[in-house]
């Protein structure tokens, strides 16, 4: 190679990276919508070539009917469960002189035991600041919501037309060989398959036994709390008790001691394990993944991704090994014949 076409190649590379960088930052607003439209196309790929090879429909028609599936089954209930979740928020009846007279009682036994001030002015006045910030906070992440599921249905249409085409050509990109090629994509497909389909199922199981333990227990709105526990068990290693430990220290200085211990000994030992076997039971099924990778995948996912981490950020990480392992295999193994 001379060096005037060096000099091409890696002016190309330069240019490239650099764009590729401006490009990510730019868009970066819309991963959650991007990333989701690779999962559900992931997920719906074979229907599409169902649709098209088997039924012989058009790929503009088949697109379309996917992604009214996609709506109906996806988009739609979601969507339902947040504006009933907002109706339940706004039906919720609060004691206010019970509340007032709990928070209290908690800042004077707090204050005799370690003579910090909760009420004091400073505190009350931060408390109130925090007030705005989140109200902007959910304000944001509802417009962001509808953003992105605009930026999903618009990128899986095209992603469902060019298919085929866009398949090759990224697999033409990979520098592997034609083995590890096949490795990694399969790799891919378990890991986004699994995650996709075992997460909401966590979910929806952890969160009703959760619901079951809050009605025992007597705790106020309990559908409600069931709901937002359905959410916490996307968080790792704290999951869950964000919702049911403050639930039982609110009973605990409500007075029922005995619901306030039920409680925790109920979650405690039977939803948190139950969050553990099903878990790894998925995961194991689905995708053989080792538990420490989904725990921090999901970690390093949520930072990077945002909710759609929880399935991308294992996949990151498994790729990240997979690619040390064909590194490893190809260059430094003694067994390689290249090397010989």
């Excluded at 009846?93 to 003579?115: E, P, R, W, Y």
Aim: aromatic residues 12%; proline residues 3%.
């Amino acid at each position: 190679m001379s060096i005037k076409e060096q000099y091409w190649k890696y002016s190309l590379i330069t240019l490239i990276l650099g764009l590729g960088l401006i490009l990510f930052i730019k868009i970066s607003p819309f991963t959650g919508g991007i990333l989701g439209a690779c999962t559900l196309y992931i997920m719906m790929r074979k229907q599409m070539l169902y649709l098209t090879q088997k039924k012989h429909l058009k790929k503009g028609l088949a697109a379309i009917l996917l992604l009214i599936e996609t709506v109906l089954c996806f988009l739609v209930p979601l969507a339902l469960a947040v504006w009933l979740l907002i109706i339940k928020i706004q039906t919720i009846d609060v004691n206010t002189a019970g509340f007032i007279h709990t928070i209290t009682d908690l800042a004077s036994k707090l204050h005799d035991q370690t003579g910090y001030n909760l009420l004091s002015t400073e505190n009350i006045s931060s408390m109130a600041s925090i007030l705005p910030a989140i109200g902007q906070f959910l304000m944001g992440s509802i417009g962001s919501f509808a953003v992105n599921a605009f930026v999903l249905i618009f990128v899986l249409y095209f992603m469902f037309i060019g298919g085929i085409r866009m398949e090759k050509y990224i697999y033409e990109l990979l520098p592997f060989s034609e083995t590890n090629k096949k490795n990694v994509l399969k790799e891919i497909n378990m890991i986004v398959r699994s995650n996709a389909i075992g997460i909401p199922l966590l979910a929806v199981i952890q969160g009703g036994i959760a619901t079951i333990g809050y009605y025992l227990f007597g705790v106020p709105s309990a559908l409600l709390f069931g709901f937002f526990t359905c959410f916490a068990t996307v968080i790792p290693i704290v999951g869950t008790a964000l919702v049911w430990f403050p639930l039982a220290t609110y009973l605990a200085l409500s007075g029922e001691w005995s619901h306030a211990i039920g409680l925790l000994l109920y979650c405690g030992l039977i939803v948190t394990n139950i969050d553990n076997l099903i878990r790894f039971v998925l995961q194991k099924k689905m995708a053989d993944t080792h538990p420490l990778i989904t725990i921090f995948g999901v970690v390093i996912g949520l930072s990077l991704f945002g909710f759609m981490g929880i399935i991308f950020g294992p996949l990151l990480l498994s790729i990240f090994i997979l690619c040390v392992n064909i590194f490893k295999t190809q260059f430094l193994s003694s067994d390689n014949p290249s090397k010989k």
